[in-house]
């Protein structure tokens, strides 16, 4: 008997109030490493244990502040700063709309690291079997009694005086308790392992087994098939064997509208200007033929290009063949290019390629000016 540790002493009561009072008394006696157990949770006895709330709450609410706080930061840097997007007329950063995302980022933040925390700090892991484990103290205060049992690792600990104190709260029985000369549940025996492992690849078949085979026995697919076609898969409801069909001929894309000379070099005919030139159009036309035309036919037209030699120098726009183009044979030259001179559909909108005949008309009129023009201009 005396080369065995002991854990600690033990007291049974075999009514609540009892155990209250006994409760009250053991705190006041100033120990810390000491406990109650009972088959139920018993109203008032934290109060009278003198306990004070888990430290686990601290750790709850700081990765629970963390989390609110990083996703909103994440939010406002994606949203705002990295790539701002506008959503419904909303600011960048629109609290209401990251609330939601806040929330659960909170509530993940805080509820990982409470569970965390309580296997990492509050659970004693890997420790897996206890000194009480096994006692007739335990096997009773799970049933109809509820204990006290004060742990020698207190400072306040002694033998006798302690299994004195708690004979004076006049309990049904007292018993002194010794750690087991050997751990009750190693976690680490082959045989406990064993049956770890016996259990995730029972559990992992099993799981195959009814997910991929057992739920087919029934006559019923899942909707795993369905008359529909899938993207870039084939379909044996077409002749050709292809799932995706080619637009009906002639089908234009919506807000699309086709040129019809596209491709001609020599249109016999062309489309007419549908705009007149108000100052709101020339200047659409001298900012679009700024930025996509001078680089090569100067400022004004006259075909001094910019490019240094890179590129051929265009002709100038006020020979009496660029004076004589109809405005639609200059949107047809931006449209589909002349000779080297590339198509700009796809830089300028057909809106801005009328804004760029009008504002090159412009320019012609203003290098040709005839006695007439300079009339205009005195009377303004
Ligand atoms: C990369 C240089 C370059 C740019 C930019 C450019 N052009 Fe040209 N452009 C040329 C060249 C070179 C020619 C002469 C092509 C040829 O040999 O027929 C030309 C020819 C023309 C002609 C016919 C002139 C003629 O007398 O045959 C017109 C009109 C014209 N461009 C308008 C424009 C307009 C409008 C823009 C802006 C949307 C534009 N170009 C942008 C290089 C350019």
């Known amino acids: 008997m005396t080369d065995k540790k002991i854990f600690g002493v033990t007291a049974l009561f075999n009514e609540p109030n009892a155990i209250i009072s006994a409760a009250r008394k053991v705190a006041d006696a100033g120990f810390t490493k000491w406990d109650v157990n009972s088959p139920y949770p018993i109203h008032g006895i934290d109060k009278a244990m003198k306990m004070k709330p ?43 709309a990251f609330i939601p995302v806040t929330f659960e980022v909170t509530v993940i933040m805080a509820t990982l690291s409470t569970v965390v925390a309580m296997f990492a700090f509050f659970f004693g892991l890997p420790r897996n079997s206890h000194a009480l484990h096994d006692t007739d103290y335990m096997k009773k205060v799970s049933r109809d009694h509820y204990g006290i049992v004060i742990e020698a690792i207190d400072p306040k600990f002694d033998e006798m005086a302690t299994l004195q104190l708690l004979k004076d709260l006049k309990p049904i029985t007292t018993e002194i308790i010794y750690h087991p000369e050997k751990e009750n549940y190693p976690i680490f025996e082959p045989r406990f392992i064993a049956l770890l492992v016996g259990v995730a690849v029972v559990v992992s078949i099993g799981t195959y087994l009814m997910l991929n085979k057992l739920v087919y026995i029934v006559p019923f697919d899942w909707m795993e098939k369905q008359a529909k076609v899938i993207p870039q898969s084939g379909s044996e409801f077409f002749a050709d064997g292809r799932g995706m069909r080619l637009p009906v001929k002639g089908t234009v894309a919506k807000g699309f509208i086709p040129y019809p000379f596209e491709g001609e070099t020599n249109p016999k005919e062309v489309l007419s200007n549908p705009y007149f030139p108000t100052k709101e159009n020339l200047e659409l036309g001298q900012r679009k033929y700024l930025t996509y035309c001078s680089p090569c036919h100067g400022n004004y037209g006259d075909g001094d290009s910019r490019l240094a030699g890179q590129f051929p120098n265009p002709p100038t726009l006020h020979s009496d063949r660029g004076r004589n183009f109809s405005d ?29 005949v009008n504002y090159i008309r412009a320019l012609q009129r203003a290098k040709n000016a005839t006695d007439a023009d300079l009339k205009l201009v005195k009377a303004e």
Do not use: C
């Open 328 to 356: 639609g044979m200059i949107y047809h030259i931006i449209t589909v290019g002349q000779n080297v001179m590339p198509s700009y559909a796809s830089q300028v909108t057909r809106d801005e390629r009328w804004a760029i």
């Open 54 to 96: 888990s430290k686990l709450g601290i750790v709850t609410l700081i990765f629970g502040l963390s989390g609110a706080v990083l996703a909103l930061i994440l939010m406002y840097w994606t949203m705002s700063v990295d790539y701002p997007m506008i959503i419904g007329g909303k600011p960048y950063f629109s609290l209401p």
